[in-house]
């Protein structure tokens, strides 16, 4: 197959809503890809050279691109590849999480690293910081991961959040975990106008990246809430394009320490 692109440039060709070839002829940028979608090398020369591997795994790897899109508005999904390589999934290249600067701000975060990279650790960190002593936060706990904090489960309906200035969780129902936070998530964007003092925090964010609800209030946090961390593994970031990324450094926590934030996060035992 002749390559018709040189060094950046990408020429994209849609036969139906299932196929696409991408031409190209870096390395490098290929790599970018498979980092970028989160996909095997497979899958991403899937994606190049659309009619030597099968449908499938084509399809998964267009669907991924047109999710993307979608979230980040773009008219066609030339841009959205071209701004996925535009971006670098190098963890050397993104800022570094900082408690100080996230509670200045009420910008969302993804906050990401390497597997096992203290993303919960530091969200722990953040809630027993100083900085948050006197502020509102609301833990998503997909995994039952924060258990020092009270979960109000589904009395998060009857919160005044305009008042509260607790730190306290939701753990979803495993059995409908995406229906229970998308609930969550509804319940929020309704009142909204009470809302500009919390903090969310989204453990497992990947897990429901493609809830609309969640996209919505993610877009939009810095009307409505004080901030807004997503935490997610850095192959999954691709999924919140556009969001900016704040990443983890394990050496900056000491065993002790890890110790120490896990074991006297205060528990909260009121939620009026």
């Known amino acids: 197959m002749e390559l018709k692109q040189t060094l950046g440039q990408i020429r994209i060709t849609e036969e139906n809503t299932t196929h696409i070839r991408i031409f190209r002829a870096d390395k490098a940028r290929l790599e970018q ?33 047109c999710a993307i899109q979608r979230a980040q508005g ?3 999904l030339g841009y959205t590849i071209k701004y996925l390589l535009s971006q670098s999934e190098s963890v050397e290249e993104h800022k570094i999480a900082d408690i ?19 993303k919960t650790t530091f969200a722990k960190r953040l809630i027993q910081s100083k900085a948050y002593e006197q502020r509102a936060i609301l833990v998503v706990d997909v995994n039952n991961e924060y258990t020092e904090l009270k979960d109000v489960g589904y009395n998060f309906y009857n919160i005044d959040f305009q008042n509260f200035k607790e730190h306290v969780r939701f753990v979803p129902n495993p059995f409908s975990a995406q229906k ?19 903090t969310v925090i989204q453990d497992e964010a990947q897990s429901i ?23 997610t593994p850095l192959s999954k970031i691709s999924s919140f394009a ?4 704040l990443t983890i450094r394990k050496e900056t926590f000491s065993e002790e320490e890890v110790l120490t934030v896990n074991r006297t996060l205060p528990v909260e035992t009121s939620t009026k």
Not at 42 to 58: K, M
Not at 181 to 198: C, F, G, N, P, Q
């Open 242 to 245: 556009g969001i900016e990324i």
């Open 74 to 76: 773009f008219a066609s």
């Open 209 to 231: 990246a493609d809830l609309a609800i969640f996209c919505k209030v993610l877009g939009s946090t810095r009307h409505f809430l004080s901030g807004f961390l997503a935490l």
């Open 100 to 118: 100080n600067t996230i509670a200045s701000s009420d910008v969302p975060y993804i906050i990401t690293s390497p597997p096992r990279g203290f």
């Open 33 to 65: 890809l498979v980092k970028k979608l989160s996909v095997t090398i497979p899958e991403a020369l899937s994606l190049i050279i659309g009619d030597i591997t099968d449908d499938a795994i084509l399809s998964e790897g267009l669907a991924k691109l």
């Open 180 to 198: 229970s936070i998308a609930d969550l998530y509804e319940h929020l964007d309704r009142v909204k106008h009470t809302t500009k003092s919390l």
